[in-house]
């Protein structure tokens, strides 16, 4: 194993759980721990109902909004709460000035193949904002690691620069279905070749 993949399996991975969930906290971080992940940290997810959303909401912008095409967020309690858990993760980052973070929902599952993880890293730019572990592709490249749009947020690195800049899209444009988002954002990036704008890669396997 190498010293940088060694770095990111040292760094801090947060699992989102909902408060009661206990067993899907202790699968999945019995699953981290197999693949090699040891600084594993709980933070709990919100629960869209059992929690004033709005307030949530209006803490990050006091003028939010949703997204007018997104119209099931609108109503959606569950996608709010998921939208707003990561958002709290990100939070999380700036508040302690963590500098990149390994973040999971509490329902992954560690492939038998994560051993060529490793190599998948060795072969990854570190210019990255955003890396995906495990996605759902919206075209599958030939490469291993690319950079195309993607749907999924269960398993990914996310680095503070990267959390503040789409905190910043969230809250400046609009807030949506998490995924839905990041996928729009990627399709602009690749549309404009404006790269630099928000750097991401996706490990592309049917394995992760």
Avoid at 12 to 17: D, G, L, P, V
Avoid at 89 to 110: C, R, S, T
Avoid at 141 to 154: D, E, L, M, R
Avoid at 164 to 188: P, R
Wanted: aromatic letters at 18%; glycine letters at 4%.
């Amino acid at each position: 194993m190498t010293t940088i993949f060694n770095k990111l399996l040292n760094d801090k991975s947060f699992i989102i759980n909902l408060e009661g969930y206990t067993e899907r906290y202790e699968s999945t971080c019995k699953e981290l721990t197999k693949g090699g992940f040891k600084n594993i940290i709980k933070l709990n997810g919100i629960n869209g109902n059992k929690i004033n959303l709005h307030e949530l909401f209006s803490k990050i912008n006091d003028k939010y909004k949703f997204e007018y095409w997104d119209k099931a967020f609108h109503t959606m309690k569950s996608k709010q709460g998921s939208a707003l858990s990561h958002i709290s993760v990100w939070l999380y980052m700036i508040k302690h000035d963590i500098q990149v973070a390994n973040i999971f929902e509490d329902d992954i599952v560690i492939t038998d193949k994560w051993d060529l993880a490793n190599i998948y890293y060795e072969s990854t730019p570190k210019d990255y904002d955003m890396l995906f572990f495990g996605s759902k592709v919206y075209h599958r490249p030939v490469n291993f690691v690319s950079v195309t749009p993607c749907y999924c947020v269960h398993a990914y690195r996310i680095t503070l620069k990267g959390a503040k800049f789409l905190l910043n899209l969230f809250s400046e444009t609009g807030f949506c279905t998490l995924d839905s988002k990041i996928f729009h954002l990627m399709f602009e990036i690749i549309f404009k070749k404006d790269y630099d704008t928000f750097k991401w890669y996706v490990w592309n396997t049917n394995d992760y």
